[in-house]
């Protein structure tokens, strides 16, 4: 199943933007999957939060319709799968 732990790492990583610059949509991309990422390892609340997060961000990349999803239940079974950030 990999390493989740790396994983999120790598995603918490990607989701960092030096303070004062705008985040890309790769940096938000990376906060959806690292709570996708805490939905897998059964911590809810840290999930819930990076999901929250993500919907903080401008609405230029399509991700509020995948994460209002998350908010209501889990999103650690494959769903909303395959996305990426439209250019």
Do not use: I, M, N
């Amino acid at each position: 199943a990999g390493d989740a732990q790396k994983a999120l790492a790598d995603f918490l990583a990607g989701a960092e933007t030096p303070p004062g610059t705008l985040r890309t949509r790769w940096a938000v991309w990376s906060r959806v999957r690292s709570g996708q990422v805490y939905d897998a390892l059964g911590r809810r609340a840290e999930a819930v939060a990076a999901y929250k997060a993500a919907l903080t961000e401008r609405k230029l990349w399509d991700f509020h319709k995948y994460l209002k999803r998350c908010l209501s239940k889990p999103c650690s079974d494959g769903q909303p799968g395959h996305f990426s950030p439209p250019y």
